[in-house]
């Protein structure tokens, strides 16, 4: 059974930084994209498009990131520790969300695994 279990959320104040972990269990294929994505309260989640926030390709290591993160977020994978990561700098109030991870297998048109996600909280 294929789990994802988010970490790192937590409250921080306007500029500072936060790391967020994704890390993947009972998965075994090798290609596949693993995609940060964001809900805030009352919105609907950030990134209609597959690409979300911020995801990498398993194989190529291609990266993606939506134009309200980019320069601020920087994802990167641990493949020894089925990890990925989500290193947010610069945070700002409207950063608060609950974010997401999710994996896309190769060939699949949607992410078919989901964590349950983690809150970010940015606030002075």
């Known amino acids: 059974q294929v789990q994802l279990v988010e970490s790192g959320g937590t409250l921080v104040e306007p500029g500072g930084s936060l790391r967020l972990s994704c890390t993947v269990s009972?998965?075994?294929?090798?290609?596949?994209?693993i995609g940060w994505f964001r809900q805030a309260p009352g919105k609907e989640r950030e990134g209609i498009s597959p690409e979300g926030v911020s995801c990498i390709n398993s194989i190529s290591e291609m990266t993606h990131y939506g134009d309200s993160v980019k320069g601020r977020f920087t994802i990167s994978g641990d493949k020894a520790k089925n990890t990925a990561y989500l290193q947010m700098n610069q945070l700002k109030p409207e950063d608060t969300a609950k974010y997401y991870c999710?994996?896309?297998?190769?060939?699949?048109?949607?992410?078919?695994?989901w964590g349950q996600g983690t809150q970010v909280t940015v606030s002075s």
């Open positions: 999710g994996v896309q297998p190769f060939g699949s048109a949607d992410y078919d695994y």
């Open positions: 009972g998965f075994t294929l090798d290609h596949y994209t």
